[in-house]
């Protein structure tokens, strides 16, 4: 039996955790099992009946409800697994574009739309958070693609290929003055308006969306002030509209379980090991892991700037129609394509 107090405890208090599943990481001491994942009442519980729950609640419900633990251990509202990589396909060499500086890469897929998302930080301050800057784009199947990637009977694919898809085309943080004209070693500009312009103008953004705070209004105010003619949209996100910022992310996890949401992956040129022949690999971007990364582990993680822009973007993108769940995809498109025909009379068109 348990002593009536734990030494160890914040005034003498005992905390008991006995999650559905054993998990040597975070197991209380008084805890009898000792073998990874069995369950905690199996006669109450049988595996059948918790893998059922556990799949109607998610990865987070789960790890909420069942787990006492509101990030599970492989990953937080939103896992690295849950971002679709592109491209969709295994690459050949003839796929593969040349950069001016030799290296080569799988151009991404033609976006309608473009935003770039900033988070500001509330200081310039070494210790403070980073301004942080996210660009993604809406993209559409084209047709071919569609007939090598697609699993027709699946609800999570549309077979005509039109469903919005959201790809990140890139990102960056940084710490700095509002305005600053000096360039750094990577031969970017010091000032975070500067930097927001220049990439702006990089990947020919429709729309910059600036999260609703003191520092962002300046930023805003200063963008437009240097680009009076300017070939994108000025906007302010609100926060408090959305709930704090795990439920904005909580918002949007359901667009990354019906994959949705893509990151570039780098394609790496190489000689397959048994033949000899040329072949491609698809590895990680460097920038790119950062974000997901940081992304997986909110709320528990030391950074949320890169979440905050995912979330921001994303919810932005829903609240103008932009960016779909399939369900909704599919209804909406129904509702279009469906002659509904008219409800006036010719009498009505008289006034009789």
């Given at each position: ?5 734990d030494?160890?405890?914040?005034n ?14 975070m ?5 009898r ?15 059948a009946?918790?893998a ?18 509101p ?41 309608s ?14 210790t ?5 800057c996210?660009?993604m784009?809406i ?10 990637v697609?699993?027709f ?48 103008q ?18 805003r ?5 240097q ?37 570039p992956?780098?394609?790496?040129y190489?000689?397959n ?7 491609v690999?698809v ?29 921001m973007?994303?919810?932005s ?18 509702a ?6 008219s ?10």
């Amino acid at each position: 039996m348990a002593p009536a107090a734990d030494p160890d405890g914040e005034n003498g208090g005992l905390h008991l955790l006995f999650p559905m599943r054993y998990d040597s990481y975070m197991a209380s001491p008084y805890d009898r099992r000792r073998t990874e994942g069995e369950l905690l009442w199996p006669t109450q519980w049988d595996p059948a009946s918790v893998a059922a729950t556990e799949s109607e609640l998610g990865d987070y419900g789960t790890a909420g409800q069942f787990q006492q633990i509101p990030v599970p251990r492989g990953g937080g509202i939103i896992s690295n697994d849950d971002w679709k990589i592109w491209p969709e396909w295994k690459p050949r060499p003839d796929d593969l574009v040349q950069r001016r500086d030799g290296t080569l890469f799988v151009p991404l897929p033609e976006v309608s739309y473009a935003i770039l998302v900033l988070d500001t930080a509330i200081s310039e301050s070494e210790t403070a958070d980073y301004t942080a800057c996210v660009v993604m784009g809406i993209w559409h199947r084209p047709r071919e693609l569609v007939r090598r990637v697609a699993s027709f009977g699946s609800d999570n694919v549309i077979d005509d290929g039109e469903q919005p898809r959201v790809i990140l085309m890139a990102g960056w943080h940084m710490r700095g003055k509002l305005n600053d004209e000096s360039m750094n070693a990577g031969g970017y500009r010091n000032g975070i308006v500067q930097r927001v312009i220049k990439t702006a103008q990089d990947y020919r953004v429709d729309e910059i969306i600036i999260e609703d705070k003191t520092r962002g209004r300046d930023v805003r105010d200063e963008i437009a002030r240097q680009m009076q003619r300017r070939p994108f949209i000025l906007s302010l996100f609100n926060p408090k509209k959305h709930g704090d910022k795990v439920g904005r992310l909580n918002a949007v996890q359901p667009l990354f379980a019906r994959g949705l949401i893509y990151a570039p992956g780098n394609c790496v040129y190489k000689l397959n090991e048994g033949t000899g022949a040329p072949c491609v690999e698809v590895e990680e971007l460097l920038w790119v892991r950062d974000i997901m990364n940081e992304v997986e582990q909110v709320p528990k993680g030391e950074h949320d700037d890169y979440a905050d822009c995912i979330s921001m973007g994303l919810l932005s993108l829903r609240g103008a129609g932009r960016l779909e769940l399939t369900q909704e995809y599919l209804f909406s498109q129904i509702a279009r394509r469906t002659y509904q025909g008219s409800r006036n009379t010719v009498r009505d068109g008289y006034g009789v």
